[in-house]
């Protein structure tokens, strides 16, 4: 599976950006898709995921409620609709993707492919 994010780049305090990943390759609706950030000299954190089946979402508490995870798998594709920005929210994101029978989903550790990271700055 390869992973294209984009989407990225500058947003206001209180602004909405939408991220989408495009993942080509296998077959993409048997992957759960997750969203990872990496923000300057932290490790990558969890930002929210979805299950292949695309009836489970999950998200960290930082976004819950700001953020909406969703797929498209006629697109193949991932998105992640971030509201209500905050300049803690300025990071590198990375799209994920963990086969199906993966159960932790919201551990770094789940996921067998990753994209290549698209920047997000959050100007206060």
């Known amino acids: 599976v390869q992973l294209q994010a984009s989407g990225g780049g500058l947003g206001q305090t209180g602004g909405s950006l939408r991220l989408s990943c495009a993942a080509s390759g296998r077959t993409f609706s048997s992957y759960s898709m997750g969203w990872f950030r990496q923000a300057p000299g932290k490790e990558r954190e969890f930002v929210a995921t979805i299950r292949w089946s695309g009836g489970t979402t999950y998200y960290s508490d930082s976004v819950k409620g700001r953020f909406t995870i969703s797929r498209d798998n006629a697109k193949n594709t991932v998105y992640l609709q971030m509201n209500s920005l905050k300049p803690e929210d300025t990071a590198v994101y990375y799209c994920?993707?963990?086969?199906?029978?993966?159960?932790?989903?919201?551990?770094?550790?789940?996921?067998?492919?990753w994209g290549q990271g698209t920047q997000v700055t959050v100007s206060s």
């Open positions: 994920a993707a963990a086969p199906q029978g993966r159960i932790y989903i919201k551990m770094r550790t789940a996921y067998e492919y």
